[in-house]
């Protein structure tokens, strides 16, 4: 995904500054774009039917997202590595400050801890983050 050693040495740089209490992946301002924009090229590929499906005038369902890097580093998590997190934005922005979260598993109440960051995050470093649209 990442297209040089350059990009390779700001995301390694990010993840040693990461901690158990914020996991959020902090790229430096004037580097965080080009990092965001090769994974968003990555994502993107993963619509690119659905884009032609678009452009030839066929129906196709499309939604913006938004989404960061993380590097998680809680213990109880089994693999430590990066992570593209992504959401719809009004998902992220009105994700609920407190309280419990009904879960599939305790396994992932880390992930709540996690989504509770990136909103604060959002917040006050934007740059961290990038929207990408889906089309299916």
Known sequence: VLQNHSMVKIVQNAIEETTAQNPILKLPKEDAWYVLN???NKIAEQSAEGILRRDMGMNVVTQRYIFCLTFEKEGGLRMQKVRIMMMQKEHLVNFPDAGE???????HSTRIQTLRILKEEFKTNPHLFMEIEIYQ
């Not at 979260?101 to 396994?107: M, R, T, V, Y």
């Open 38 to 40: 090769a994974v968003l």
């Open 101 to 107: 979260i009904l879960l599939e598993s305790s396994k």
